[in-house]
């Protein structure tokens, strides 16, 4: 089974910078998908941003779009999400997910999930 640890989040004041990071502690296909996605208190999933392991270019939502990066680290064998110009609004739970079932982009069924790690803006 695929398992997925995320790190580096924290409370950060607006406008500040998080980067999290997503570590797969399985080999990971170069055609598998994987997604960053959130979720705040009382509120739907948020699909935010998205690309293959491989690379190329990711897909972001609207919500985040110019403001968060979304990387993989091949050697490291990790994903992870350059945060910059922290708003309020983007205090949530933060999942990474990998293997699309089904669907496209941000609106795959993912397979796996990691755990969360709660990100705070104030």
């Known amino acids: 089974d695929v398992q997925l640890v995320e790190s580096g989040g924290g409370s950060v004041q607006a406008g500040g910078s998080l980067r999290l990071s997503c570590a797969f502690d399985a080999y990971t296909p170069a055609n598998v998908r994987m997604a960053w996605f959130r979720q705040a208190p009382g509120k739907d999933y948020e699909g935010i941003a998205t690309?293959?392991?491989?690379?190329?270019?990711?897909t972001y939502g609207d919500s985040v779009k110019g403001r968060f990066t979304v990387s993989r680290d091949t050697a490291k064998n990790t994903v992870d999400l350059q945060m910059d110009s922290l708003k309020p609004e983007d205090t949530a739970m933060y999942f990474c997910a990998a293997h699309c079932l089904r669907g496209q982009g941000l609106g795959c069924q993912f397979a796996h999930w990691g755990q969360g790690t709660q990100v705070t803006v104030s």
């Open positions: 690309m293959y392991f491989r690379g190329g270019q990711p």
